[in-house]
Nanobody, 123 residues
Framework: QVPLVESGGGLVQPGGSLRLSCAVSGSTLEHYAIGWFRQAPGKEREGVSCISSSDGSTYYADSVKGRFTISRDSAKNTVYLQMNSLEPEDTAVYYC????????????????WGQGTQVTVSI
């Protein structure tokens, strides 16, 4: 379940792309859901995208659907979040987490969290 190590954040112009990575322990992807969450100043932490351990089914927040893609590579023990067509509203600290996880990708369903990586979308 732990640790989780995030990377890939940075500064990008509107319309650009970033790919976030979350390295997890060897058995995590086999037994737990993995989620990407974000928190911007003045806002509550929200679920961005989650993926199940059983069948790989995915959830996307309405605000990112069609722009972001979550994926996993069990051989590399890594979960990715590909972010395309980035908007200033996507600026936040992004966290990966593991937990029992329902389809609805709620922060309360996740127990173990990474350190976060900053994503800034600005001209």
């Amino acid at each position: 379940q732990v640790p989780l190590v995030e990377s890939g954040g940075g500064l990008v112009q509107p319309g650009g792309s970033l790919r976030l990575s979350c390295a997890v322990s060897g058995s995590t992807l086999e037994h737990y859901a993995i989620g990407w969450f974000r928190q911007a100043p003045g806002k509550e932490r929200e679920g961005v995208s989650c993926i199940s351990s059983s069948d790989g089914s995915t959830y996307y927040a309405d605000s990112v659907k069609g722009r972001f893609t979550i994926s996993r590579d069990s051989a590399k023990n890594t979960v990715y979040l590909q972010m395309n067509s980035l908007e200033p509203e996507d600026t936040a600290v992004y966290y990966c987490a593991t937990g029992w996880g329902s389809y609805y990708c709620l922060p309360s369903e996740y127990d173990y969290w990474g350190q976060g990586t900053q994503v800034t979308v600005s001209i």
